[in-house]
């Protein structure tokens, strides 16, 4: 190939360090495979529209693929048909799309990893009690995933834990913040806390440290403000992706696609649950990120 193959990577966002991590693994695996890749992603993970335009924009290009993580699933599909239509293959990474347009979907199972959740919460509850969860959105395959994958599993698991309330901020801390006081004032007995993201999971924190409520709080992804929560005992323990290996498996599917080679459906990329226990250890440290 004389022309030098170019990937754009359309993100969900690009201000929580998940993405940031997401672009190291894209980075180095282009360092490997030799190839051009960009990385953007609107400012929040709230505007859909801006999202669609940077799509609209790397198509443009005329890119030999393309990444994309979907913050709304289908909203993306005519310009994903778009990209069918001119032989661009495109990887889904982070949050797949309803549609058998890409070719795989580079991903954490993010039902399993917030059923792991679940499970933990259990356990330190007591496996009896009031629980809620702050989600990201319910419009992303993630949000869908993880609050289903937690629910299913308290509902088939734990018959004495009962789910109170699910609300959605928007993966904004502040937000986050307010919906988690809203819940704390309205259930005096409640128990525990999901926060299915890192900025939900950062407004639970906040909101139990304003009211001085002792909850039981499980976060997801990592970040350093979770990270210090976790030190501290104000967060019992949280689920890890793989960001780094999210980004690096999405250019390497690429290139493999352009090579004409079979993909799987979907390229697991891994999970962790992380406690005060084992947040040093090697093997965790390497999936955490600042």
Same mark, same amino acid.
């Given at each position: ?7 754009? $990577? ?9 993405? &940031? ?33 940077? $799509? ?7 890119? &030999?693929? $393309? ?11 005519? $310009? ?25 979907t580079a991903t954490t199972d ?62 904004? &801390? ?17 128990? =525990? ?23 039981? *709080? ?8 979770q990270k210090d929560a976790i ?7 949280? *689920? ?6 999210? =980004? ?43």
């Amino acid at each position: 190939m004389a022309q030098e193959v170019y990937i754009p $990577l359309v993100s969900k966002g690009f201000q929580h360090q998940f993405w &940031q991590a997401v672009k190291q693994g894209a980075d180095q695996a282009a360092k490997d495979y030799k190839v051009k890749v960009t990385f953007e992603g609107p400012e929040t993970e709230a505007m859909v529209d801006k999202q669609i335009d940077m $799509l609209s924009a790397a198509l443009a290009k005329k890119p &030999q693929a $393309l990444g994309f993580a979907a913050l709304d699933s289908k909203a993306a599909i005519p $310009l994903l048909k778009k990209a069918q239509a001119a032989k661009i293959p495109v990887v889904a990474f982070d949050s797949g799309v309803d549609s058998d347009i890409p070719v795989t979907t580079a991903t954490t199972d993010n039902k399993a990893a917030a059923a792991l959740a679940a499970d933990k919460m259990a356990e330190l509850i007591g496996k009896s009690g009031e629980v809620a969860l702050v989600v990201h959105d319910q419009t992303s395959r993630t949000g869908v995933d993880r609050r289903d994958g937690f629910v299913d599993r308290m509902k088939s698991t734990y018959p004495n834990i009962k789910i109170v309330s699910v609300q959605y901020g928007g993966g904004d &801390q502040l937000k986050s913040t307010e919906i988690a006081k809203s819940i704390l004032q309205a259930s005096p007995n409640l128990k =525990g806390m999901f926060g299915a993201n890192e900025g939900s999971a950062i407004g639970v924190v906040n909101a139990a440290k304003e009211t001085k409520r002792k909850i039981v *709080i499980v976060g997801y992804d990592s970040g350093k403000q979770q990270k210090d929560a976790i030190k501290d005992g104000t967060m019992a323990g949280a *689920i890890t992706q793989n960001p780094v290996g999210i =980004g690096y498996k999405t250019v390497e599917a690429a290139v493999k696609a352009l090579k004409g080679e079979t993909l799987p459906k979907v390229i697991d990329t891994g999970f962790y649950w992380y406690d005060k226990s084992n947040i040093a250890d090697p093997k965790i440290a390497a999936v955490l990120y600042d």
